[in-house]
Protein backbone atom coordinates (compact mmCIF):
# COMPACT_ATOMS: atom_id res chain seq x y z
CA UNK A 1 0.00 0.00 0.00
CA UNK A 2 1.20 3.66 -0.20
CA UNK A 3 2.95 4.74 2.45
CA UNK A 4 2.60 8.52 4.10
CA UNK A 5 5.25 9.72 6.69
CA UNK A 6 4.95 12.39 9.14
CA UNK A 7 7.35 14.77 10.76
CA UNK A 8 8.73 15.00 13.00
CA UNK A 9 6.72 12.17 15.41
CA UNK A 10 7.05 14.21 18.01
CA UNK A 11 7.51 17.93 19.60
CA UNK A 12 7.28 20.04 22.63
CA UNK A 13 7.13 23.47 22.85
CA UNK A 14 6.94 26.52 25.14
CA UNK A 15 3.44 28.37 24.65
CA UNK A 16 3.39 31.33 22.14
CA UNK A 17 5.53 29.76 19.34
CA UNK A 18 5.06 28.16 16.33
CA UNK A 19 5.31 24.72 15.26
CA UNK A 20 5.66 23.21 11.60
CA UNK A 21 4.16 19.67 10.79
CA UNK A 22 4.97 17.98 7.53
CA UNK A 23 3.32 15.32 5.61
CA UNK A 24 4.52 13.67 2.77
CA UNK A 25 3.57 11.48 0.07
CA UNK A 26 6.36 8.91 -0.64
CA UNK A 27 5.60 7.05 -3.47
CA UNK A 28 2.92 8.32 -5.18
CA UNK A 29 0.97 11.74 -5.99
CA UNK A 30 -1.18 13.34 -4.09
CA UNK A 31 -3.36 16.70 -5.20
CA UNK A 32 -5.37 16.67 -1.79
CA UNK A 33 -3.94 15.86 1.60
CA UNK A 34 -6.01 15.66 5.05
CA UNK A 35 -5.14 16.88 8.81
CA UNK A 36 -6.74 15.75 11.13
CA UNK A 37 -6.51 16.13 15.35
CA UNK A 38 -7.14 13.25 17.41
CA UNK A 39 -7.19 13.87 21.53
CA UNK A 40 -6.97 11.05 23.97
CA UNK A 41 -9.58 8.45 23.62
CA UNK A 42 -11.44 9.84 21.17
CA UNK A 43 -11.88 9.69 17.31
CA UNK A 44 -10.39 11.75 14.57
CA UNK A 45 -11.61 14.80 13.65
CA UNK A 46 -11.04 16.67 10.31
CA UNK A 47 -9.59 19.78 10.69
CA UNK A 48 -8.72 20.67 7.14
CA UNK A 49 -8.19 20.01 3.27
CA UNK A 50 -5.17 20.66 1.64
CA UNK A 51 -4.87 21.00 -1.96
CA UNK A 52 -1.74 21.28 -4.45
CA UNK A 53 -1.97 24.65 -6.14
CA UNK A 54 -5.12 26.32 -4.45
CA UNK A 55 -6.39 27.19 -0.69
CA UNK A 56 -6.77 24.50 2.16
CA UNK A 57 -10.35 23.72 3.18
CA UNK A 58 -11.11 24.21 6.70
CA UNK A 59 -14.11 22.46 8.57
CA UNK A 60 -16.24 24.65 11.00
CA UNK A 61 -14.71 25.63 14.02
CA UNK A 62 -11.01 25.56 12.76
CA UNK A 63 -9.37 28.91 12.73
CA UNK A 64 -7.11 28.77 9.22
CA UNK A 65 -4.93 31.54 10.62
CA UNK A 66 -3.49 29.56 13.26
CA UNK A 67 -3.63 26.17 11.86
CA UNK A 68 -1.77 27.26 8.32
CA UNK A 69 -1.40 24.90 5.47
CA UNK A 70 0.36 24.71 2.69
CA UNK A 71 0.27 22.23 0.22
CA UNK A 72 3.76 22.96 -1.74
CA UNK A 73 3.90 19.90 -4.04
CA UNK A 74 2.45 16.53 -5.40
CA UNK A 75 4.04 15.23 -1.97
CA UNK A 76 4.26 17.55 0.70
CA UNK A 77 1.89 19.33 2.84
CA UNK A 78 2.85 21.35 5.91
CA UNK A 79 0.55 22.29 8.91
CA UNK A 80 2.13 25.47 10.99
CA UNK A 81 0.27 25.61 14.00
CA UNK A 82 0.63 29.31 15.20
CA UNK A 83 1.16 31.21 18.55
CA UNK A 84 0.76 27.47 19.69
CA UNK A 85 -1.29 27.08 23.44
CA UNK A 86 -1.50 24.12 25.65
CA UNK A 87 -5.00 23.82 24.50
CA UNK A 88 -3.31 22.82 21.28
CA UNK A 89 -1.63 19.58 22.65
CA UNK A 90 -3.13 16.69 20.70
CA UNK A 91 -1.99 14.53 18.18
CA UNK A 92 -2.20 15.37 14.47
CA UNK A 93 -2.30 12.93 11.52
CA UNK A 94 -2.45 13.60 7.98
CA UNK A 95 -3.82 11.39 5.42
CA UNK A 96 -3.57 10.81 1.55
CA UNK A 97 -6.21 9.14 -1.04
CA UNK A 98 -5.09 6.05 -2.79
CA UNK A 99 -4.69 6.18 -6.60
CA UNK A 100 -7.37 3.51 -7.47
CA UNK A 101 -11.28 3.74 -7.71
CA UNK A 102 -11.33 2.59 -3.96
CA UNK A 103 -11.79 5.43 -1.61
CA UNK A 104 -8.71 3.96 0.92
CA UNK A 105 -7.02 6.46 2.58
CA UNK A 106 -3.36 5.92 3.75
CA UNK A 107 -2.28 7.57 7.00
CA UNK A 108 0.81 9.19 8.17
CA UNK A 109 2.17 7.46 11.58
CA UNK A 110 0.99 11.15 13.53
CA UNK A 111 2.74 13.57 15.72
CA UNK A 112 2.11 14.71 18.83
CA UNK A 113 2.17 17.74 20.08
CA UNK A 114 2.86 18.74 23.33
CA UNK A 115 2.49 22.70 24.29
CA UNK A 116 4.06 23.43 27.22
CA UNK B 1 -27.10 12.56 17.02
CA UNK B 2 -23.52 11.61 15.89
CA UNK B 3 -23.77 10.84 12.21
CA UNK B 4 -21.54 7.63 13.12
CA UNK B 5 -21.98 6.08 16.60
CA UNK B 6 -19.53 3.66 17.32
CA UNK B 7 -19.26 1.50 21.06
CA UNK B 8 -15.96 3.25 22.71
CA UNK B 9 -15.66 -0.06 25.02
CA UNK B 10 -13.37 -0.71 26.69
CA UNK B 11 -13.66 -4.68 25.37
CA UNK B 12 -11.42 -7.02 26.67
CA UNK B 13 -11.69 -10.91 25.51
CA UNK B 14 -9.16 -13.75 25.95
CA UNK B 15 -7.23 -15.12 23.52
CA UNK B 16 -9.31 -16.92 20.52
CA UNK B 17 -12.54 -15.63 20.84
CA UNK B 18 -14.52 -14.38 18.15
CA UNK B 19 -14.78 -9.96 18.33
CA UNK B 20 -17.51 -8.65 16.99
CA UNK B 21 -17.25 -4.61 16.25
CA UNK B 22 -20.04 -2.16 15.31
CA UNK B 23 -20.84 0.71 13.99
CA UNK B 24 -24.00 2.90 12.85
CA UNK B 25 -24.90 5.44 11.31
CA UNK B 26 -27.58 7.95 10.01
CA UNK B 27 -26.72 9.31 7.04
CA UNK B 28 -28.34 7.00 4.00
CA UNK B 29 -26.06 8.36 1.34
CA UNK B 30 -22.76 6.68 2.65
CA UNK B 31 -21.50 4.29 0.21
CA UNK B 32 -18.07 2.86 1.28
CA UNK B 33 -17.35 1.43 4.28
CA UNK B 34 -14.11 1.22 6.26
CA UNK B 35 -12.14 -0.12 9.22
CA UNK B 36 -8.92 1.05 10.43
CA UNK B 37 -6.60 -0.27 13.31
CA UNK B 38 -5.20 2.14 15.17
CA UNK B 39 -2.41 1.13 17.47
CA UNK B 40 -1.13 3.56 20.62
CA UNK B 41 -0.08 6.68 19.18
CA UNK B 42 0.51 5.50 15.64
CA UNK B 43 -1.38 6.67 12.67
CA UNK B 44 -4.68 4.21 11.72
CA UNK B 45 -4.11 1.30 9.51
CA UNK B 46 -6.85 0.47 6.92
CA UNK B 47 -8.04 -3.01 7.76
CA UNK B 48 -11.14 -3.66 4.92
CA UNK B 49 -12.77 -1.96 2.76
CA UNK B 50 -16.47 -2.55 1.32
CA UNK B 51 -18.58 -0.68 -1.03
CA UNK B 52 -22.39 -0.65 -0.60
CA UNK B 53 -23.91 -3.89 1.11
CA UNK B 54 -22.82 -7.34 1.52
CA UNK B 55 -19.95 -9.06 2.95
CA UNK B 56 -16.24 -9.70 2.59
CA UNK B 57 -13.75 -11.66 4.34
CA UNK B 58 -9.63 -10.84 4.34
CA UNK B 59 -8.04 -13.91 6.53
CA UNK B 60 -9.50 -13.73 10.18
CA UNK B 61 -11.33 -10.53 9.60
CA UNK B 62 -14.78 -10.14 8.15
CA UNK B 63 -16.41 -7.14 7.65
CA UNK B 64 -20.52 -6.60 7.00
CA UNK B 65 -22.23 -3.94 5.51
CA UNK B 66 -25.95 -3.76 6.07
CA UNK B 67 -27.53 -0.83 4.54
CA UNK B 68 -31.22 -1.38 5.08
CA UNK B 69 -30.24 -1.46 8.78
CA UNK B 70 -27.43 1.27 9.05
CA UNK B 71 -25.27 -1.02 10.81
CA UNK B 72 -21.90 -2.33 9.94
CA UNK B 73 -20.35 -4.77 11.97
CA UNK B 74 -15.99 -6.68 12.04
CA UNK B 75 -15.55 -9.68 13.01
CA UNK B 76 -12.58 -11.49 14.21
CA UNK B 77 -11.72 -14.58 14.55
CA UNK B 78 -8.99 -16.41 16.54
CA UNK B 79 -8.25 -13.27 18.07
CA UNK B 80 -4.68 -12.53 19.17
CA UNK B 81 -3.29 -10.34 21.58
CA UNK B 82 -1.44 -8.73 18.96
CA UNK B 83 -5.30 -7.13 17.46
CA UNK B 84 -5.12 -5.38 21.07
CA UNK B 85 -5.60 -1.77 19.75
CA UNK B 86 -8.50 0.57 18.94
CA UNK B 87 -10.46 0.25 15.94
CA UNK B 88 -12.38 2.63 14.11
CA UNK B 89 -15.27 2.59 11.49
CA UNK B 90 -15.21 5.23 8.75
CA UNK B 91 -17.25 5.58 5.90
CA UNK B 92 -18.35 8.07 3.14
CA UNK B 93 -21.08 8.81 0.26
CA UNK B 94 -20.11 8.95 -3.17
CA UNK B 95 -18.70 12.52 -4.75
CA UNK B 96 -17.27 13.99 -1.61
CA UNK B 97 -15.76 10.33 -0.75
CA UNK B 98 -12.34 11.32 -0.38
CA UNK B 99 -13.58 13.05 3.21
CA UNK B 100 -14.44 10.17 6.27
CA UNK B 101 -16.32 10.22 8.93
CA UNK B 102 -15.12 8.24 11.85
CA UNK B 103 -16.46 6.71 14.51
CA UNK B 104 -15.16 7.15 17.81
CA UNK B 105 -13.45 3.83 18.36
CA UNK B 106 -13.33 0.69 20.16
CA UNK B 107 -10.63 -0.06 22.23
CA UNK B 108 -9.81 -3.85 22.21
CA UNK B 109 -7.87 -5.72 24.35
CA UNK B 110 -6.41 -9.66 23.95
CA UNK B 111 -5.57 -11.16 26.92
CA UNK B 112 -3.13 -14.31 26.59
Given at each position: G?????????????????V?I??R???????????????P??S????????????????QGV?????????????L?TLT??S?????????????P???A?N?Q??????????L | ?????Q?????SV????I?????T????????F???????R????????????GN??DG??T???D??????S???????P????????????????RQ?T??S??????L?
Amino acid sequence: GAVVSQHPSWVICKSGTSVKIECRSLDFQATTMFWYRQFPKQSLMLMATSNEGSKATYEQGVEKDKFLINHASLTLSTLTVTSAHPEDSSFYICSAPGQGANNEQFFGPGTRLTVL
Amino acid sequence: QKEVEQDPGPLSVPEGAIVSLNCTYSNSAFQYFMWYRQYSRKGPELLMYTYSSGNKEDGRFTAQVDKSSKYISLFIRDSQPSDSATYLCAMSPPGSARQLTFGSGTQLTVLP
